[in-house]
């Protein structure tokens, strides 16, 4: 049983290095290099070029969808501003009830329940 371990081992091996051979070879830049640098077939009307090429409906679609996210990260902004007032009034919402109930207390007065709403925005 050992002898086949050790020849188990060694077949995983082999296969390995052949894997990363493979690898290497396929990722090689020089070989990208030399693609480079080959004859334009005739149906190639130049050399070619690394720039990407897009079609003008790509690049239309493209600024429709940059206007758009322009105006939706405009709308969060101002959304965002609108959140934090909101939270800012109930904080000072709370503050006032507080205050109020110690009031009441310190004339032995029942105090005002707090809305379950404003606890989340609880100072304390």
Same mark, same amino acid.
């Given at each position: 049983?050992?002898?086949?371990n050790?020849?188990?081992g ?7 290095v052949?894997g ?5 070879? *396929?990722?090689?830049?020089? =070989?990208? =290099?030399? =693609? =480079? ?11 070619? &070029? &690394? ?8 690049w239309?679609?493209f600024?429709v ?5 322009d105006?939706l990260t ?7 501003t609108?959140v ?23 004339a ?11 606890v989340?925005?609880? *100072?304390?």
């Amino acid at each position: 049983m050992g002898g086949e371990n050790g020849a188990l081992g060694v077949v995983i091996a082999v296969v390995g290095v052949i894997g990363s051979i493979l690898v290497a070879r *396929i990722s090689n830049p020089r =070989d990208r =290099d030399q =693609d =480079d640098e080959r004859e334009p077939t005739a149906d190639e009307s130049g050399p070619r &070029s &690394s720039e990407l090429k897009v079609s003008p409906e790509i690049w239309r679609r493209f600024t429709v969808l940059e206007t758009k996210v322009d105006h939706l990260t405009a709308l969060v902004e101002e959304q965002r501003t609108k959140v934090s007032t909101l939270e800012r009034l109930l904080r000072l919402a709370l503050r006032i009830i507080r205050r109020a109930n110690r009031r009441l207390r310190a004339a032995e007065l029942p105090p005002e329940e707090v809305p379950a709403e404003l606890v989340p925005y609880s *100072i304390e």
